[in-house]
């Protein structure tokens, strides 16, 4: 059974920092698209960041966050710095076998139940 799980959500004041990490099980995921979304009450689930061999970013989280990945670990990380009011979501990890970009959620086949990040001020 094919199973994604974060972890490290939490309170955080605006400016600091969190790391999410996301562990698969159930398969490999090494030649998977790794994705992160968010979803903030009373709005649509967004794409923040994807992780193949190449790294892909929203332009509301580029050069604040960073998305890693530890294959031998079937691990995937968000690591967010400089965090602002608005990054307040659960945010959910995402794995599609199809290892091209697409930031829409509907593109992807395995998700994670999320964590919430709130970020206070």
């Known amino acids: 059974q094919v199973q994604l799980v974060e972890s490290g959500g939490g309170l955080v004041q605006a400016g600091g920092s969190l790391r999410l990490s996301c562990a698969a099980s159930?398969?490999?995921?090494?030649?998977?698209?790794m994705t992160w979304f968010r979803q903030a009450p009373g709005k649509e689930r967004e794409f923040v960041a994807a992780i193949s061999s190449l790294r892909y970013y929203s332009d509301s989280v580029k050069g604040r966050f960073t998305i890693s990945r530890e294959d031998g670990k079937n691990t995937v990380y968000l690591q967010m710095n400089r965090l602002k009011l608005e990054d307040s979501a659960v945010y959910y990890c995402?794995?599609?076998?199809?290892?091209?970009?697409?930031?829409?959620?509907?593109?992807?086949?395995?998700w994670g139940q999320g964590t919430q990040v709130t970020v206070s001020s």
């Open positions: 159930g398969r490999t995921f090494s030649g998977y698209m």
């Open positions: 995402a794995a599609r076998s199809r290892n091209y970009f697409a930031p829409e959620s509907g593109a992807y086949d395995y």
